[in-house]
C-alpha cells in the first residue's frame, strides 16, 4: 500500500513538473527589429549608414520624437522625470544585425510593459524620421528622370556639333550621371522601399 502511494505521488509530480517549469521560466526580453534596406554596394558607405543610424536614436531630436508620443508620456518612469532623454539614450540599445541590414532594439530600464512601450516608440520613430512627409521615393524617382533627362539633352548637344569644344566635358558628365548617379539613386529608392519593422516588441 505504502509503494502504491510512492508511485501515485510521483506520478502527480511529474505531471505538475512541465507546468511548473513554464510558470517558473521567465518572460523573454522585449525586442525589435528593424529592416533598413540592403547596404550600398560600397561596404564602407554601407558601415557609415549604420553606425549614423545607430547614433540618430540617441540624437536630442529623435529623442523628442519618441517622448511627444502620448503612450510613452504617461509611463510612470518618463512621468516622474523633468527630463527622461538622458535616460532614454542610456538604456537604448540599437545594434546591427548579420549583413548590416537589420537594428535590433532592446531597452535596459523600467518595468516589462514600460521597455515594450519603449521600444515600439523608438521603431515608430525611425520610420516618421526615415521619410518625414511620406514623398522621400517620389523625390528619388523624379531625381532619376531628371538626370536621364540631362543624358538626353548632352547627347543632343554633341550630336549637334555647335559646341566642339565642350565635347569632352558633356561626355565626362553622362558618364557621371549613367554610371554613378543614377545607379545610387536607384540603389537608394530600393532600400527606401524595403525599410519597415520586422518586429515589434512584446
Not at 142 to 171: C, F, K, N, W
Not at 193 to 198: D, G, I
Amino acid at each position: 500500500m505504502r509503494y502504491r502511494l510512492v508511485v501515485i505521488l510521483l506520478l502527480m509530480l511529474l505531471a505538475v513538473l512541465p507546468v511548473m517549469n513554464v510558470l517558473a521560466a521567465p518572460a523573454p526580453v522585449p525586442l525589435g527589429i528593424l529592416d533598413i534596406g540592403t547596404p550600398h554596394p560600397k561596404d564602407e558607405r554601407a558601415k557609415q549608414f549604420v553606425k549614423l543610424q545607430i547614433e540618430f536614436n540617441t540624437d536630442h531630436r529623435f529623442l523628442d520624437t519618441v517622448l511627444s508620443y502620448p503612450e510613452v508620456k504617461k509611463l510612470p518612469s518618463v512621468a516622474s522625470m523633468e527630463n527622461p532623454r538622458p535616460w532614454l539614450a542610456k538604456n537604448i540599445r540599437v545594434t546591427p544585425g548579420e549583413g548590416d541590414r537589420l537594428l535590433s532594439f532592446t531597452f535596459l530600464a523600467g518595468k516589462r510593459n514600460e521597455q515594450v512601450t519603449i521600444i515600439n516608440a523608438f521603431l515608430r520613430a525611425n520610420l516618421h524620421w526615415h521619410d518625414l512627409d511620406g514623398k522621400a521615393i517620389q523625390r528619388g524617382e523624379q531625381s532619376v528622370r531628371t538626370a536621364e533627362a540631362g543624358i538626353r539633352d548632352l547627347e543632343q548637344r554633341i550630336q549637334s556639333g555647335q559646341q566642339p569644344h565642350m565635347v569632352d566635358e558633356y561626355r565626362e558628365h553622362i558618364n557621371r550621371l549613367r554610371h554613378t548617379l543614377i545607379p545610387e539613386l536607384r540603389a537608394e529608392i530600393a532600400r527606401m522601399k524595403q525599410y519597415a519593422v520586422l518586429k515589434w516588441a512584446r
